[in-house]
């Protein structure tokens, strides 16, 4: 990496530093955005010794490899873009302990494993989009549930299976206080045989 402060790089955003007792004042670096710009190869490991990030977004690379479970040190991290890339494996048990989190948008990747209970973790999350992967398992419904201000689920496309019935009998009540609550609802609920039962969806394939 270069030597260059990675506050002066293409694509980087740092807030000032305010803490009299630092000799850095060009600040610390909080956002990344180098969505579509043929980025190739892994996400760098230097990215996940940043505790200061808040934001990464790198949709639309040509990125490969996995999340490494050092996501768990980005404790600030509040939006995760990576859509539209390479990335296979399983999303880290680390990556369900951010609980910053409000916007996850990893789908048109390889990923695989199943959406585990963990998912509850996340209760500040608005935006999830999982869709077009090859995620399977059956729906943690129960853990669902404990995402209260999610305006967006995204999971079709994928090898899911399950009922979200459980979510379906609260739909309404919820929206009562949070009028937008799952207005954007996809799963593989579409079909004679859905694999996944969701008669709340907004959208089903």
Request: proline share 3%; glycine share 6%.
């Amino acid at each position: 990496l270069s030597e260059e402060h990675e506050c002066r790089w293409f694509g980087m955003y740092c807030e000032s530093n305010t803490h009299p007792d630092s000799a850095d004042e060009r600040g610390m670096l909080t956002d990344i955005d180098l969505d579509d710009n043929n980025l190739v190869g892994h996400l760098p490991i230097e990215l996940f010794g940043t505790s200061s990030l808040q934001t990464i977004i790198m949709d639309g690379n040509n990125l490969k490899g996995s999340i490494p479970t050092d996501i768990a040190q980005l404790e600030n991290l509040k939006t995760i873009d990576l859509d539209d890339n390479d990335l296979t494996g399983t999303l880290p048990e680390e990556f369900f302990s951010l609980t910053s989190l409000e916007i996850v948008d990893l789908n048109s990747n390889q990923f695989t494993g199943t959406l585990p209970s963990q998912i509850r973790n996340l209760v500040n999350i608005r935006f999830l989009q999982l869709d077009y992967n090859y995620m399977s398992g059956d729906l943690p419904a129960q853990d669902i549930l404990e995402l209260e201000n999610i305006f967006a689920l995204t999971l079709e496309n994928n090898e899911f299976t399950g009922s979200l019935e459980d979510v379906c009998e609260v739909i309404n009540e919820r929206r009562e206080n949070y009028e937008i609550y799952l207005q954007y609802f996809q799963t593989d609920c579409g079909g004679n045989s859905p694999d996944v039962e969701c008669s709340c969806c907004s959208k089903c394939f």
